[in-house]
């Protein structure tokens, strides 16, 4: 099975989640960042972090693609927005694209699913949108035609449980040991419900 971790720039929150799955399972791993630059070095707070669990881990970062997309069996996400923001790009990734919490929880199925059909609903109007007014519509044109699809996307985000995972970008390295610890309670979580799936 494949699994893509994704987050901003691919310096810190994935790498992690990737660190922690290679070391406690033989999945396929890869990370990648929504806004990530190819080549940068894993952030030194990550690599002092996973170090403490006893984990040499030197990596780099790289672009989401769609090839990368393809590669997965499932991508999840650091935070809703990153989700939010895949979904956007690749829609007929939708049925595989979670956020790692959302994933490992059995809980608010209901609600991410009414999510996943709000998110392809906005982007069937948005396409209408273009169509409309054109690839260079006013601010004003879109926040008028996709007024009701947002407000029922907030609505629903709303309704959900913190499912991000703490970014510990720019702060101090107790940060990016509770983002550690964060992750590795929801990659234990993780495994365990994939070792449960059959076929895998």
Known sequence: MNILFVCTGNTCRSPMAQA??????TYHVKSAGLSAIKGIP????AIKALATKGMSYKGSTQPITANLVEWSDL????TIQHKQRLVTKYPKALDKIYT???YVSDEQEDIWL??????????EKRLTVINKHGIE?????????LKKEQEEIERLEQKLVDYDILDPFGRDQQA??????ELDQAIAALIKKLDQQPDL
Request: aromatic share 8%; charged share 35%.
């Open 137 to 145: 519509a006013s601010d004003q044109a879109w926040k008028d035609d």
């Open 100 to 102: 790692l919490k959302e």
């Open 20 to 25: 922690l799955l290679q070391e406690k399972s």
């Open 176 to 181: 990016y040991l509770e983002t550690l610890a």
């Open 114 to 123: 009414s999510l996943k059909k709000a998110y392809i609903k906005l982007e």
């Open 75 to 78: 991508i999840l996400t650091m």
């Open 42 to 45: 894993t952030s030194e707070g």
